[in-house]
C-alpha cells in the first residue's frame, strides 16, 4: 500500500497561486509584493504533481479488488413461495442464497465476511372503503359496494372491477391487487293492525352488514359480506329464553370465488356460496316484494357465465348446479338441482329497458319454502322443509320453477314487474293447498317517479302483488304498498312506507309435511286484513 505523503497538497498551491495572480491583476498598487516563482518552484509542483496521479491510481486499484472481494459474500434475499403449502394458513417464506459467480481463489487478509442475516420484506395490498370510481356518485349512496344487487353479484362485481380498470389512464393504471370495503345499517320504527288481536309497534334493527371485495390479480376476484341477523330467541331452533339484543349474531351471508375479467374475456366462473341467479327481485318498497319473500334462494353453486355488452346493448347468461337442501332420496347427497338465467338490457339517453327470463329445477330450496316463519321444533305445525318433521326435506318429486321479469324507465318513471310460477304441482304430501298439491306462483308490479323535495333526491312509488297457493308459506294473498324515500344526507335514505296485506279466504286449508299450517286458535287470521305503516333509514358507506 503506497504511503500517503505528508507536505501540502498541490491543489491547494495551485489554488493559492491563482488567487495571488488574480489579485495583482484586479488590485495594480499591490503588483510590487507579488511573488516571484522561479523555475526551481515549478519544477518542485511538477514533481509533487506526477507523484500525486500514482498515489491516485494505486487507491484506486485497491478499491477495485476490496469490491471484487465483497461481492463474493453478499447475501441475496429473495421471496418464494411454497408450492405445496401443509394447510390454508401456509405462509412465503424467505429462502436465502448465495452467489456463487466469481468465487475468489484465496481471501484478503484485511476483508471481512459481512454478517449474514435474513432481511424482511413487508409488503401487501390497497385498502379502500367506498371508492370514488371517477363517475359521479349517486346522493343516496345506492351505487355504492354494499348496495349491488344480490342476484347476478358475481356479474355485477366484474362490472364492478371493470369500471375501475377502465378509469386508469396509461400514465396511472389501476392496481391489480386491492380489497374494498362497504357497507350498510338499516333501522325501522313500525305500527299496524294484524290480522286479529290489538295493535303493535316496535323499533329494530333491521340491517347491518359489511361487504368486501377483493381484487386478486386480473382474473381472480373474492367476493364476501357479513349480515346481521335480530331473529329473537323465541323463534330459533330450539328456542331460547331472554332478550333479543342476545340474538344479534354475525354470520357470512355470501362468498365467493369468480375467475373472470370483462376486458380480456365474456366468460366468467364462480364457486361458493351466493343468491342463486334465479329471479330479480327489484323494487321501490321499504320490504321486499312478495316474489323475492317466496323465492328468493342462496345456496352453494357453481356457476358458468356469459356477458357481452357494448354501447347501448348487453347480454348476459348464466347456467349454475349445485347440491339442493331438498332431496328425493334420504341417502341423496350429490348435486341435484340446475337452473340459468338470461337478461337482455337496452341502454339509451332517455330511456332503459331490462327483460329476463330463468329456470330452476326445483323452488322448494328457496327461503320461502324453507322457513315460513312459524317455530315447528316440535311437529305440531308446518314451519318449513328446514325442520326435520316426517319425512323432513325428502319430497315425493321436485318442482321447477320459472321466471320471467322485466323493467322500463322513461325519464323520471319507471316501472317494474315479476312474474314467478312453479311449472308443476307439489305432492300433496309435501305442499297442500285445499286438498290438493300446490301449484304455487307470485306476481310483483311497482311503478316510481323521481323528483326533488327541499332540493334532495326523492321518489314516490305504488306497488301490487299477489300469491296463489301459498298459503303454507305464510304470505298474504294480496299486498298493496305506496312508499316515499328521500335522501336529507348523503349516503342515507329515509323512506316513508305503508303496506295493506289480504290473507287468504276463511275457508282455505293448507298443510305441509302432511302437518297443518294453522292451529284452531289461529284460524281466524283468514278473510282479514292488516295495515303496517313504516318509518326506516338506512346509511351505507
Known amino acids: 500500500m503506497v504511503k500517503k505523503s505528508t507536505h501540502i497538497p498541490l491543489f491547494i498551491k495551485k489554488f493559492l497561486l491563482l488567487i495571488t495572480v488574480v489579485f495583482f491583476l484586479i488590485i495594480p498598487e499591490y503588483k510590487a509584493y507579488a511573488i516571484e516563482l522561479d523555475e526551481e518552484s515549478i519544477r518542485a509542483l511538477i514533481k509533487e504533481t506526477q507523484a500525486l496521479r500514482q498515489e491516485t491510481k ?71 372503503v367506498a371508492p370514488d370510481l371517477g363517475t359521479t356518485p349517486a346522493y343516496n349512496g345506492s351505487d355504492l359496494l354494499t348496495n349491488l344487487s344480490q342476484t347476478n353479484g358475481d356479474l355485477l362485481a366484474l362490472q364492478y372491477r371493470q369500471t375501475i380498470e377502465n378509469r386508469g389512464t396509461d400514465t396511472e393504471k389501476a392496481p391489480d391487487y386491492y380489497v374494498i370495503l362497504s357497507g350498510s345499517l338499516g333501522a325501522q320504527y313500525n305500527t299496524g293492525d294484524p290480522y286479529i288481536g290489538n295493535a303493535i309497534s316496535d323499533v329494530d334493527l333491521t340491517a347491518a352488514n359489511i361487504t368486501m371485495l377483493a381484487g386478486v390479480g386480473k382474473w381472480i376476484t373474492g367476493f364476501m359480506s357479513l349480515d346481521f341477523d335480530g331473529t329473537p330467541p323465541e323463534d330459533l331452533n330450539p328456542p331460547q329464553i331472554g332478550p333479543r339484543y342476545l340474538n344479534s349474531r354475525i354470520y357470512v351471508d355470501q362468498g365467493y370465488i369468480t375467475l373472470g375479467n370483462l376486458n380480456q374475456s365474456d366468460i366468467y366462473a364462480s364457486i361458493g356460496q351466493m343468491y342463486l341467479p334465479f ?34 346493448t348487453e347480454f348476459d347468461v348464466e347456467v349454475f348446479a349445485y347440491q339442493g337442501d331438498t332431496v328425493r332420496n334420504i341417502n341423496s347427497s350429490a348435486i341435484n338441482a340446475w337452473g340459468a338465467n338470461a337478461d337482455y338490457i337496452i341502454s339509451k339517453t332517455r330511456w332503459n329497458a331490462d327483460l329476463g327470463m330463468g329456470y330452476i329445477s326445483n323452488i322448494a330450496d328457496a327461503e320461502g319454502f324453507q322457513l315460513n316463519g312459524q317455530n315447528a321444533i316440535a311437529c305440531t305445525v308446518f314451519g318449513g322443509f328446514a325442520f326435520p318433521c316426517n319425512q323432513g326435506n325428502v319430497l315425493i318429486h321436485p318442482v321447477p320453477g320459472f321466471d320471467i321479469h322485466g323493467s322500463l324507465t322513461l325519464g323520471s318513471l319507471s316501472f317494474i314487474s315479476e312474474y314467478i310460477t312453479s311449472t308443476r304441482r307439489f305432492d300433496r304430501i309435501d305442499l297442500a293447498y285445499n286438498h290438493k298439491g300446490a301449484r304455487v306462483e307470485a306476481f310483483d308490479f311497482e311503478t316510481g317517479y323521481e323528483f326533488k323535495l327541499f332540493n334532495k333526491p326523492s321518489s314516490i312509488a305504488v306497488g301490487y302483488g299477489y300469491t ?69 333509514m338506512n346509511v351505507s358507506f
Do not use: C
Request: no cysteine; charged share 20%.
Open 279 to 312: 329471479g330479480q327481485f327489484n323494487g321501490f318498497m321499504v320490504n321486499s316484494p312478495l316474489t323475492a319473500s317466496m323465492f328468493t334462494t342462496i345456496d352453494r353453486p357453481v356457476l358458468l357465465g356469459f356477458s357481452h355488452s357494448n354501447d347501448t
Open 468 to 536: 296463489k297457493e301459498a298459503l303454507a308459506l305464510l304470505l298474504p294473498a294480496r299486498q298493496y304498498s305506496i312508499t316515499l324515500t328521500t335522501s336529507f344526507w348523503r349516503n342515507t335514505t329515509q323512506s316513508l312506507g305503508f303496506q295493506h296485506d289480504v290473507n287468504y279466504g276463511r275457508y282455505d286449508e293448507a298443510s305441509g309435511q302432511s302437518l297443518p299450517v294453522y292451529f284452531s286458535i289461529d284460524r281466524p287470521n283468514l278473510g282479514k286484513t292488516s295495515n303496517t305503516a313504516i318509518l326506516a
Open 58 to 128: 494505486d487507491l484506486r486499484n485497491e478499491v477495485t479488488q476490496l469490491k471484487k472481494q465483497l461481492g463474493n459474500n453478499t447475501i441475496v434475499t429473495k421471496p418464494t413461495r411454497t408450492k405445496k403449502p401443509s394447510s390454508k394458513n401456509s405462509k412465503t417464506e424467505n429462502t436465502i442464497v448465495k452467489s456463487e459467480k466469481n468465487k475468489p481463489t484465496t481471501k484478503s487478509a484485511t476483508s471481512k465476511t459481512p454478517k449474514k442475516d435474513k432481511q424482511l420484506n413487508l409488503g401487501g395490498i390497497p385498502l379502500l
